[in-house]
T-cell receptor
Framework: KNEVEQSPQNLTAQEGEFITINCSYSVGISALHWLQQHPGGGIVSLFMLSSGKKKHGRLIATINIQEKHSSLHITASHPRDSAVYICAVSSGSRLTFGEGTQLTVNP | AAGVIQSPRHLIKEKRETATLKCYPIPRHDTVYWYQQGPGQDPQFLISFYEKMQSDKGSIPDRFSAQQFSDYHSELNMSSLELGDSALYFC??????????????FGPGTRLTVL
């Protein structure tokens, strides 16, 4: 069992839909990160969370420390949101990554 | 704003050759991390440096070595390259605060192909 598990692995949505990606982890963490990786490989850090909820534009990230669970929500999805979304947890300095969720938003 | 710079962006090597990957962190960031992402795989932590000292070590092969220099840039040296070393190598940088965990900013990656 991976230390960080994401669901779903693949997600296809229509433009405008509300999207949720889930992440569960089994280890003690100091923070949880949501990352975005576009085709071609570049990784962008979206959020770092240690509690509660953060919002940036159409993106919202929440974390429940007791349940060891986090969600990434995208409101009013757009084709440019198509990417791999990766949940990663930090314990100390290193990140441990989930396997990612491939999101495709169709126009 | 300045981002993390990695060079080269693409590198092709033969088996048993050596390769050096470079990472230039965001100015004033004191910590550098190296990750390896194989084809279809999630990134794996290799090694990190804080203030020019190795701070953590992950699944880095003995054939690889790395260091952080006085200007905070870091180099990952890879020797006796194997086909399985073909991967995307990411560098990330952060500024470690009192909480010892800060957002890591990723570079664009170096795609290494070993033939």
């Amino acid at each position: 069992k991976n230390e960080v598990e994401q669901s779903p692995q693949n997600l296809t949505a229509q433009e405008g839909e509300f999207i949720t990606i889930n992440c569960s982890y089994s280890v003690g963490i100091s923070a949880l990160h949501w990352l975005q990786q576009h085709p071609g490989g570049g990784i962008v850090s979206l959020f770092m969370l240690s509690s509660g909820k953060k919002k940036h534009g159409r993106l919202i990230a929440t974390i429940n420390i007791q349940e060891k669970h986090s969600s990434l929500h995208i409101t009013a999805s757009h084709p440019r949101d198509s990417a791999v979304y990766i949940c990663a947890v930090s314990s100390g300095s290193r990140l441990t990554f989930g396997e990612g969720t491939q999101l495709t938003v169709n126009p | 704003a300045a981002g993390v710079i990695q060079s080269p962006r693409h590198l092709i090597k033969e088996k048993r050759e050596t390769a050096t990957l470079k990472c230039y962190p965001i100015p004033r960031h004191d910590t550098v991390y190296w990750y390896q992402q194989g084809p279809g795989q999630d990134p794996q932590f290799l090694i990190s440096f804080y203030e020019k000292m190795q701070s953590d070590k992950g699944s880095i092969p003995d054939r690889f070595s790395a260091q952080q220099f006085s200007d905070y840039h870091s180099e990952l040296n890879m020797s006796s390259l194997e086909l399985g070393d073909s991967a995307l190598y990411f560098c990330a940088s952060s500024l470690i605060g009192q909480a010892n965990t800060d957002t890591q900013y990723f570079g664009p990656g170096t795609r290494l192909t070993v033939l």
